[in-house]
């Protein structure tokens, strides 16, 4: 509630959520992803959404977002 009253994720919560693997999970173990498959990303939005969080910018980070900066990125 208080995030939606203040409309911004804290930082705390995305570094949380990097240190438990649930951020960019697809990424190559050299730079610090779990090198998982898709299907790990996929559980991650089902369960986040289970709950109700209304986290779908997790999953637009994860899948969308991501891939491009790994494929493109220099």
């Not at 995030?3 to 173990?29: S, V």
């Not at 779990?34 to 109700?52: A, P, Q, Y």
């Amino acid at each position: 509630e208080k995030w939606e009253e203040d409309r911004i994720i804290p930082r705390e919560f995305w570094r949380k959520m990097g240190e438990q693997g649930f951020l960019c999970p697809d990424i190559d173990e050299k730079y610090g992803g779990s090198n998982v498959d898709w299907g790990f990303s996929v559980i991650i939005n089902e369960e986040l959404e289970r709950v109700g969080s209304g986290m779908v910018g997790i999953g637009l980070h994860n899948d969308i977002v991501v891939p491009y900066i790994t494929a493109y990125g220099t």
